[in-house]
């Protein structure tokens, strides 16, 4: 599929071209944007900065938005955050524009704001087949335009922002909107319009993750620890660290790094004194937590043995691929006939396998999602029993239409 062609040199792009808006942070100021994006005219540009790395919380910090007529504002979330309905009631009613809109659009819905129709750039750079897709990128290769990056890590719950933040902030925002045309353009000239607005509404309209059990269980370093006591300790202390974390709003690994976990269930201290030999807890960060943290390795140390942590968990859904063949061989021989397949696909559309369905559903169909294959007829019956999982598994429809007559094709049992 022709996707465009990077040009040969980029002109840098250093500031908006009507320069930074100020940053709105009145509920008077906000009311006055509103006024203005309403009488723009076509999609709206939307970004959000967050401060990932530094706060617990995942709200936004900065709101960028731009509509054709109205310009560009700049948003500071945090001291009207019960003044946006009057902007809520503008925008939400529009088409917005993100790139990687998965990543803002639950802080912004915390804020009200959620929109009635998505482009996600990011998404439909993928989907047309471009072999890069972050913002830069894109904007270089399809516009022509160089953007300075490197603010996009920093911590935006910083007040006042610098005026060098500001700057990257807007220039997010600036050349959106034509890069949303262009991509829809090559969309449209591939076919794959309607495959992207399909996409893009799942985006729109996907719940957010429900939290993962024992999350305890990804504090970095724990698979050097060999006994359930140890993880228990691990466990509290991961608990009481996320309390404290919660409670004032900061990053979880600002409050105790997961070094400084995996060490305490290493050691397993009986003392503030012996706790404060051990790396990190003997700064001046973590002493003033020293009750809590020893509190915390005590109840890990004391706990009953029947509710002691077990070393592993179950699989929630199939196992490893790389156990599959021994454990069935058949289904092994499955993963890798369906993973050819798919593949094919993904050369022959330009789309990655990824996008074109979740690498998780086909081994969760491979593994047990199939009826036993002495009972299997005619590949109707097995093009239905695909195309029921795939559905049931969340599977778009413009996935289902390529998926299942190359998945039924690969997994007949004539041709597996």
Request: charged share 25%; glycine share 6%.
């Amino acid at each position: 599929m022709p996707v465009a062609e990077e040009p040969t040199a980029a002109e840098p792009l250093l500031a908006p071209a009507e320069g930074v808006p100020p940053v709105l942070a009145t509920a008077d100021e906000v009311a006055a944007a509103a006024a203005a994006i309403a009488a723009g005219t076509g999609p709206l540009a939307v970004d959000a900065e967050r401060a990932s790395g530094f706060r617990y919380s995942a709200r936004a910090y900065l709101i960028q938005l731009r509509r054709a007529g109205a310009g560009s504002f700049l948003i500071d979330p945090i001291p009207v955050t019960d003044a946006l309905t009057p902007l809520a009631e503008v925008i939400n009613e529009l088409e917005w524009v993100l790139h990687s809109a998965d990543q803002d659009l639950p802080g912004l819905a915390e804020l009200g704001l959620r929109p009635a129709r998505l482009f996600d750039t990011e998404l439909g750079g993928r989907l047309a087949g471009y072999e890069r897709v972050g913002l830069a990128a894109m904007v270089e290769n399809l516009l022509g335009r160089s953007l300075r990056k490197g603010h996009g890590a920093a911590d935006w719950s910083t007040r006042p922002l610098p005026d060098e933040w500001l700057n990257y902030a807007a220039l997010d925002v600036e050349l959106l909107l034509e890069l949303r045309d262009t991509v829809a353009a090559d969309l449209t000239e591939q076919g794959k319009i309607d495959w992207a607005a399909e996409e893009f509404e799942h985006v729109r309209t996907m719940d957010p993750p429900a939290p993962k059990a024992d999350r305890w269980r990804r504090t970095s370093g724990i698979h050097t620890l060999r006994r359930p006591r140890q993880l228990a300790i691990v466990r509290e202390l991961w608990t009481t660290r996320d309390e404290l974390a919660r409670a004032r709003d900061v990053a979880p690994a600002r409050i105790l790094p997961d070094s400084a976990i995996v060490a305490a269930a290493t050691g397993e201290p009986r003392s503030i004194a012996q706790l404060r030999t051990l790396p990190v807890f003997g700064g001046p960060r973590q002493r003033r937590y020293s009750r809590d943290w020893l509190a915390a390795v005590e109840r890990g140390r004391t706990l009953p043995d029947k509710e002691l942590p077990p070393l592993t968990l179950p699989f929630d859904g199939p196992p490893p691929a790389n156990r599959w063949e021994r454990r069935d061989p058949a289904a092994a021989a499955r993963l890798s006939t369906a993973r050819a397949a798919m593949g094919e696909l993904s050369t022959e559309y330009a789309i990655p396998v990824e996008n074109l369905l979740s690498p998780d559903l086909v081994r969760r169909l491979c593994w047990d999602g199939l009826p036993d294959y002495a009972d299997v007829g005619e590949p109707d019956q097995l093009s239905a029993t695909i195309e029921t999982f795939l559905r049931a598994g969340g599977a778009r429809p413009w996935q289902r239409r390529l998926a299942v007559p190359a998945l039924t094709k690969a997994l007949t049992p004539a041709n597996s």
